[in-house]
């Protein structure tokens, strides 16, 4: 969704979009080693179809005010709008960033996405070698072949890349660092805390806890609004040290979009919101690593909140790299429902000095 104001046109995105927003434990025996070469040229760009991604780059965050960098705890680097005449981009969910310039994505018509960020300096100012291919299930027919095609979340483990597939409640994993896109498929055994939830309300993010960290060899799973009787959302810790159920404080009519783990152990949440009279706003929080625990109701401060004043859309994708020089990056990328309403916008900020 267009944030530039609301204008007539705005109004009318917002309406479209009300309709489009509306639409066993695992253990670290329990999965497959992970390649430890981690993400070869083949995984990337060699398998899948080319495509050609184009880009507006924008140095604006806040349109009214073009010269402001410092929003909330975060410093804007920069964003794109991006487009494609390939039918399949768009809906993009998930993201993961391999270093500074490398991603893996996923869309909601259950595709990989792979390419590159190019930069001028720190700013972002387009994509190249990217490519698109069909995420297989286990029996080498694509997912969207067995109606498994919402998929909202990724997270990575080295080379192991793991997928939650909203409607049908579904967590799986690939050997990507393998396999590239023609990994398949293979089902994880569904948190027993977590059945029942509502099936457009389900795992929308994933997170892998790597070494050293207290929850190493964890997956969390967070919902988007499976809320429990105190109006919170619910989340399992999968296989680790401590598995279990625990919630996350919901405020302000807000639900989780996708989630990263910031370079100390911390959580990033990305939260939106839609309401008729304000339209889509966008909120990060930062939950600390020690909260979170079997049982525990854990919250944190907000780091940035956006409107439609600023330049957003359907925000849902989220990916964390550190730079040479220390600072830590957040990747956003948004949700545009394939549809010709909304955009892809892809933002950069940097965690401001505390």
């Not at 027919?141 to 579904?170: F, K, M, N, P």
């Not at 309300?201 to 809320?227: D, M, Q, W, Y």
């Amino acid at each position: 969704m267009s944030a530039r104001g609301v204008s007539a046109r705005g109004l009318t995105v917002v309406g479209v979009l009300a309709v489009l927003l509306g639409a066993g434990a695992l253990t670290p025996a329990g999965r497959a080693e992970p390649d430890p070469a981690v993400f070869s040229r083949a995984s990337l760009g060699d398998q899948g179809e080319p495509i050609t991604i184009e880009a507006r780059p924008f140095t604006a965050f806040e349109p009214a005010r073009p010269d402001r960098l410092r929003f909330g705890r975060l410093h804007f680097r920069g964003g794109l709008e991006l487009t494609s005449r390939h039918k399949a981009f768009g809906g993009i969910s998930g993201l993961v960033m391999l270093d500074a310039a490398r991603f893996v994505a996923v869309t909601d018509k259950a595709d990989w996405l792979t390419g590159r960020i190019v930069y001028d300096g720190s700013r972002p100012v387009g994509v190249a070698d990217a490519a698109i291919a069909p995420m297989l299930g286990p029996d080498g027919r694509t997912l969207a072949a067995r109606g498994w095609y919402d998929t909202e979340s990724l997270a990575r483990d080295q080379g192991t890349l793991y997928v939650g597939i909203e409607r049908v409640h579904r967590i799986v994993r690939f050997d990507f660092g393998r396999d590239g896109m023609a990994a398949r498929a293979k089902p994880l055994p569904w948190p027993a805390g977590l059945h029942g939830i509502p099936s457009n309300r389900g795992v929308e993010a994933l997170v892998f806890v790597p070494k050293p960290f207290r929850l190493a060899g964890t997956l969390i799973a967070i919902t988007e609004r499976a809320l429990d009787g105190a109006g919170d959302i619910r989340a399992a810790l999968i296989g680790g040290p401590q598995p279990g159920l625990f919630t996350i404080r919901r405020h302000d009519g807000f639900d989780i979009s996708d989630a990263a783990l910031l370079p100390d152990g911390d959580l990033l949440l990305v939260e939106r919101r839609f309401t008729w009279t304000t339209g889509v706003a966008m909120r990060l929080r930062r939950i600390p690593q020690a909260a979170i625990m079997p049982g525990a109701v854990v919250d944190g401060p907000e780091l940035v909140g956006a409107d439609m004043g600023f330049q957003i859309d359907n925000m849902e994708a989220v990916g964390v790299h550190p730079t040479a020089t220390g600072e830590t990056v957040l990747t956003l990328v948004s949700d545009d429902n394939f549809s010709f309403l909304q955009r892809t916008v892809l933002l950069q900020f940097t965690l401001a000095d505390e």
